[in-house]
């Protein structure tokens, strides 16, 4: 059973404060990684995605993955009120065909004005 | 605008009612997802349709089936509702995966009630 395990928070982070939000994973073999954000109420929606060991950068969020230690993050530098949501981790293994992504539950995240 | 389009929004059934969850998709993905979301649970899939004219089953089958009509269309049919399957249902579409494949793109959801 593939699992991946996100500290569920909520994870309060003052406005202008880097958010720090992490992930980890079991199938060694994984190897797409997502970020998801959702709001109350919607759809999830893809912010980032990333395949290869180190960071990537796209505006004010980084991520950043570790195969070795089965490990993503996900920064968002100078936080704002609007990132304020659910932020869900994907994983997506190495075999063909279209298995589905592997979801974790999701970190609640609060920017305090 | 291009995206994935789900119908109804919002559904009460009574426990042994049927119903058709629709799914559209116009950008061309060759694969197709159903997942429902549960609080505390997160997203789990149900079925999915990696090309059309086949479909498997995720993690949480029981209880539904899917039909892919044709490339744009993938439903979800409750054959026999029950209070377990209240829950939040979205449809997902993505290109087929490969290294580098960029996720999914996620209909705005069914929310369905059944009492």
């Known amino acids: 059973q593939k699992e991946v395990e996100q500290n569920s928070g909520p994870l309060s982070v003052p406005e202008g404060a880097i958010a720090s939000l992490n992930c980890t994973y079991s199938d060694r073999g994984s190897q797409s990684f997502f970020w998801y954000r959702q709001y109350s109420g919607k759809s999830p929606e893809l912010i980032m995605s990333i395949y290869s060991n180190g960071d990537k950068e796209d505006g004010r969020f980084t991520a950043q993955l570790n195969k070795a230690s089965q490990y993503v993050s996900l920064l968002i530098r100078d936080s704002q009120p609007s990132d304020s949501a659910t932020y869900l981790c994907a994983v997506r293994d190495s075999g063909g065909g279209a298995d589905g992504l592997t979801f974790g539950k999701g970190t609640h995240l609060i920017i305090q004005p | 605008n291009a995206g994935v389009t789900q119908t109804p929004k919002f559904q009460v059934l009574k426990t042994g009612q049927s119903m058709t969850l629709q799914c559209a998709q116009d950008m061309n993905h060759n694969s197709m997802y159903w997942y429902r979301q549960d609080p505390g649970m997160g997203l789990r899939l149900i079925y999915y349709s990696a090309s059309e004219g086949t479909t498997d089953k995720g993690e949480v089958p029981n209880g539904y089936n899917v039909s892919r009509l044709n490339k744009r269309e993938f439903s979800l049919r409750l054959e026999s509702a029950a209070p377990s399957q209240t829950s939040v249902y979205f449809c997902?579409?993505?290109?087929?995966?490969?290294?580098?494949?960029?996720?999914?793109?996620f209909g705005s959801g069914t929310r369905l009630t059944v009492v």
């Open positions: 997902a579409s993505s290109e087929a995966f490969r290294q580098g494949g960029r996720g999914y793109t």
